[in-house]
């Protein structure tokens, strides 16, 4: 990859050090220009007589979003967010009384809390897998909690902090060996190395435009493994996922289009698209080589760092980085950092779940994501700061 070149086609690489790509990228000129032309579109032809007009490229949008995970078009659907792509999947599954669903401790909050509210609701049990010595889902024990009961296993394929790749494939195997449905959180991984349905062996995986994929915000996705579809009954009902069968009867659409809704963000998803097109051009293997690489490079310049500490974990590790400066609260270090340009974000380890009266949880985290539009010489300026800061934060 040509770095100076992708940083030129990148506004934002010429005003701040972005390191916060596990949050939201930065869009490039491409997706941006993809965007606003169609805003301009509406603005002079109006929404409706846009989408119509650019109809032939909303479609190209499903067959790049398929591309890039290994499956077909008519599995994949678009939603305002990767969390509605997730509840529409995840309350597509019957759950009754005695039923079970598998999680990690490393389940993304929002996730959790839609188990935890479907069980209240309907009777089933929420099951934690722990980890093993490495910090991730423990598959031995992912295994011998499979049985007739359980309806489905959630896991996120790199939870929120903690640097942390799940052993996906695994997971899949087992799951697939069971007969049991396998729900994927991908919106961590997707864009940031490559992710590919087949090889994870999930049924059901989201993700979304705004983070590694470097597209824009209020925009997810849905990939849905057309195998499965009978097995599950989509939650919202509406004329873009269902048909009218005569009298009051009707049928869902076919493929991925019976979860989704009619009213889209069409500029939304024309970005999306773009942004999958240069994810596709660059090649995930390069991407995935690079931001890795990053991420690495990063954690042991922090880790050498007096006063600097890195809570990551897993065999494999990504391009997230969770670290602590000792002495100094979490959102004072994104504060002062923001002011030098350099931006990183907060993880509230304090609101998350406690699994168990034992489990002390984790503090508030400092969290740096390099993608492969950043250099060296940026990762070496937020270490300079961090240790700057490490050293104000020690007692005189």
């Known amino acids: 990859m040509d770095i100076a070149a992708l940083r030129r086609g990148t506004p934002g690489c010429a005003h701040r050090t972005h390191l916060n790509n596990a949050g939201a990228a930065l869009l490039s000129h491409r997706t941006l220009r993809t965007m606003t032309a169609h805003l301009e579109l509406e603005a002079r032809i109006g929404g409706y007589e846009a989408a119509n007009e650019r109809l032939p490229e909303i479609r190209e949008v499903y067959d790049a979003v398929a591309a890039l995970l290994g499956g077909r078009a008519d599995e994949v659907a678009l939603f305002d967010n990767a969390t509605h792509a997730w509840q529409a999947a995840f309350l597509a599954v019957?759950?009754?009384?005695?039923?079970?669903?598998?999680?990690?401790?490393?389940?993304?909050?929002?996730?959790?809390?839609?188990?935890?509210?479907a069980a209240r609701r309907t009777g089933a049990e929420v099951v934690v897998v722990p980890d093993d010595e490495h910090g991730q889902i423990d598959t031995a024990a992912l295994a011998g909690l499979?049985?007739?009961?359980?309806?489905?296993?959630?896991?996120?394929?790199?939870?929120?902090?903690?640097?942390?790749?799940?052993?996906?494939?695994?997971?899949?195997?087992?799951?697939?060996?069971?007969?049991?449905?396998?729900?994927?959180?991908?919106?961590?991984?997707?864009?940031?190395?490559?992710?590919?349905?087949?090889?994870?062996?999930?049924?059901?995986?989201?993700g979304t435009g705004r983070k590694f994929l470097r597209g824009p915000r209020g925009i997810g996705f849905l990939w849905v493994r057309t195998g499965i579809l009978d097995r599950l009954d989509p939650y919202v009902c509406e004329t873009a996922s269902a048909?009218?069968?005569?009298?009051?009867?009707?049928?869902?659409?076919?493929?991925?289009?019976?979860?989704?809704?009619?009213?889209?963000?069409y500029a939304a998803v024309l970005g999306l698209g773009s942004a999958v097109r240069q994810a596709l051009d660059l090649g995930q293997d390069a991407i995935g080589e690079r931001a890795l690489a990053l991420g690495a490079a990063l954690r042991e310049r922090l880790d050498a760092l007096p006063g600097v500490r890195t809570h990551d974990r897993g065999l494999t590790r990504c391009a997230i980085v969770t670290a602590e400066v000792e002495g100094m609260a979490a959102a004072e270090v994104k504060s002062l950092l923001g002011r030098q340009g350099i931006n990183v974000t907060v993880t509230?380890?304090?609101?998350?779940?406690?699994?168990?009266?034992?489990d002390p949880g984790f503090p508030s985290l400092v969290r740096l994501s390099p993608h492969y539009y950043n250099t060296e010489e940026e990762l070496d300026r937020a270490a300079d700061a961090l240790a700057e800061l490490a050293r104000r934060a020690q007692p005189r």
């Open 243 to 265: 048909q009218w069968d005569g009298g009051l009867g009707f049928r869902w659409r076919d493929g991925a289009t019976r979860f989704a809704t009619w009213e889209m963000n």
């Open 146 to 206: 499979l049985d007739e009961r359980t309806k489905l296993v959630g896991v996120a394929h790199v939870p929120t902090d903690g640097g942390l790749v799940n052993p996906v494939a695994e997971v899949g195997r087992l799951t697939r060996s069971a007969g049991v449905p396998f729900l994927l959180d991908a919106t961590q991984s997707v864009g940031q190395f490559p992710v590919d349905v087949e090889e994870t062996g999930c049924d059901m995986l989201v």
């Open 94 to 117: 019957p759950l009754g009384p005695g039923d079970r669903v598998l999680t990690g401790r490393s389940e993304y909050g929002s996730n959790l809390l839609g188990f935890v509210h």
């Open 348 to 358: 509230h380890g304090e609101d998350g779940p406690r699994f168990d009266e034992k």
